[in-house]
């Protein structure tokens, strides 16, 4: 199904009942070319720049649940590309410009609204990181503009500027990012990947990957036996899980993130902030919510629920930053897994088994990344070559510590990343 404005005008007359289904819910086949484990966003996006810009379609996309309800749909739908290292940086800047370009590409509307990020500094230190930062994206080729006090209290008079402990210096905005609606990405791929012919499997979980002599030959599932050419993992939060399916130990810890939403408000807050001094940040949606996060709960595990000191700290935060925020009230909060690397960097690479792909370690950044994750490893799956803005992101890197990206310098320890 096509949309157009004539489409939903006529729709909205006659009740919406005119709508079909967006994608086929096939019975698996027994053989595909290629099989893609997760139907989160970076796996939705590889089976359709596969088959867009590959002509590959015969691919079917295995999903445990349902279309996008993983992370995809969990996470607080920040869109930016405001990176340092090289690596990084220009794989984001990379996916941003797919971003922009998003919503006719898929013929979708999926609400990508940029309305500008605005980095808080609190220190001369933190400033000179953040001039460092913002003078890495312009060479890049991105945007950053660097605010003092006053350009920081015009736009976002509400914040506290005077509290004692965290004085407010300024802050490095990006205007191109934003958010997007987080469900919409995932539906609009799933929807160009099924007018491409790709099979997109639901309630369909992957119990073993089958390997012979060194070569994928496909995968076990709930729904039976899936005989395949390539099989490409990028199941996000059970990338270790999965990965040890095929006799791989993966640098990932898994670690739950938490997010929160408040009742629906006027539009009061026009952009993306983050605060410099404690891990929050928020932005409001198009619904009214306040949409917030904070750090990662300290400890590895796969309940997608969190614990209470961390909504505590997150809530603890925004009261010291934006104190107007003790009125609004807390509607719901929820966990999602997120797949952190020892560098804080992802991994698109070919494994030791020939045939068989990995994309993952996208730890709680991977929603920015979901268009330029499936163009580049929709490349390396089409050609066995990697893709050049996702060129660094390789697994052996963590074997030989060359070519670590470890963008907040942190260590190998994967919950400070
Ligand atoms: C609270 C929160 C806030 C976040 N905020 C942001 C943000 O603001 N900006 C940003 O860029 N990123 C953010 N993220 C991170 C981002 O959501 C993830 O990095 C990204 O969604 C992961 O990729 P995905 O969409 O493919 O994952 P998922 O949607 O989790 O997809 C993986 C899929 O694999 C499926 N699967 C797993 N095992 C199997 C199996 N054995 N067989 C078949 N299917 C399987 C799962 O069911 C799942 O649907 C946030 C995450 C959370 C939880």
Redesign the pocket.
């Given at each position: 199904m096509g949309f157009s404005g004539f489409q939903v005008i006529k729709e909205a007359l006659l009740g919406q009942k005119g709508w079909a289904p967006m994608w086929r819910d096939p019975e698996p086949k027994a053989e595909y070319d290629i099989v893609i484990?997760?139907?989160?966003?970076?796996?939705?996006a590889t089976a359709f720049y596969l088959a867009k810009e590959h002509g590959l379609t015969n691919i079917a996309v295995?999903?445990?649940?349902?279309?996008?309800?993983?992370?995809?749909?969990?996470?607080?739908?920040?869109?930016?590309a405001n990176y340092m290292l090289p690596g990084n940086s220009e794989f984001y800047s990379h996916s941003l410009k797919l971003w922009e370009g998003m919503e006719q590409e898929l013929n979708y509307n999926v609400m990508h609204s940029q309305r500008g990020l605005i980095n808080l500094f609190h220190s001369d230190g933190q400033r000179d990181a953040f001039v460092r930062r913002g003078n890495a994206m312009i060479n890049q080729g991105d945007d950053a503009v660097l605010l003092d006090t006053d350009s920081v209290r015009d736009l976002l008079p509400y914040l506290d500027f005077e509290n004692v402990r965290f004085p407010i210096y300024g802050g490095l905005l990006h205007p191109r990012g934003g958010?997007a609606r987080?469900d919409a990405v995932?539906w609009g791929y799933a929807r160009g990947a099924d007018q491409r012919g790709v099979d997109l499997i639901q309630n369909?979980?992957?119990?073993s990957i089958d390997v012979t002599a060194g070569r994928v030959t496909g995968v076990q599932?709930t729904r039976g036996a899936i005989r395949a050419k390539k099989v490409a993992m990028?199941?996000?939060?059970?990338s270790g899980?999965?990965a040890a399916?095929a006799g791989i130990r993966l640098p990932i810890e898994s670690h739950?993130?938490?997010?929160f939403v408040t009742e629906g408000l006027k539009p009061c807050i026009d952009h993306v902030i983050s605060f410099g001094m404690g891990h929050f940040?928020i932005s409001q949606s198009d619904k009214g919510g306040l949409v917030f996060?904070g750090d990662l709960d300290f400890y590895a595990s796969y309940a997608a629920r969190g614990n209470l000191p961390m909504k505590e700290h997150v809530m603890e935060a925004a009261m010291t930053l934006m104190p107007m925020i003790g009125k609004a009230r807390v509607l719901r909060s929820?966990?999602?897994?997120?797949?952190m690397t020892p560098d804080g960097s992802p991994i698109i690479d070919k494994t030791g088994i020939e045939g068989l792909y990995l994309d993952c370690g996208?730890?709680?950044?991977?929603?920015?990344?979901?268009p330029g994750?499936g163009f580049s490893f929709a490349h390396l799956i089409a050609t066995d070559r990697h893709h050049e803005p996702a060129a660094k992101f390789r697994l052996d890197r963590f074997k030989t510590g060359v070519g670590l990206m470890d963008e907040e310098s942190t260590g190998s320890q994967h919950n400070l990343h």
């Open positions: 484990i997760g139907g989160g966003g970076h796996g939705l295995l999903e445990k649940g349902y279309l996008g309800g993983g992370n995809v749909g969990r996470n607080t739908t920040i869109v930016r958010t987080h995932a369909c979980e992957v119990t599932t990028v199941t996000a939060g059970r899980r999965v399916m739950i993130l938490q997010a940040y996060g929820w966990g999602g897994i997120m797949d996208w730890c709680y950044g991977g929603f920015k990344a979901v994750s």
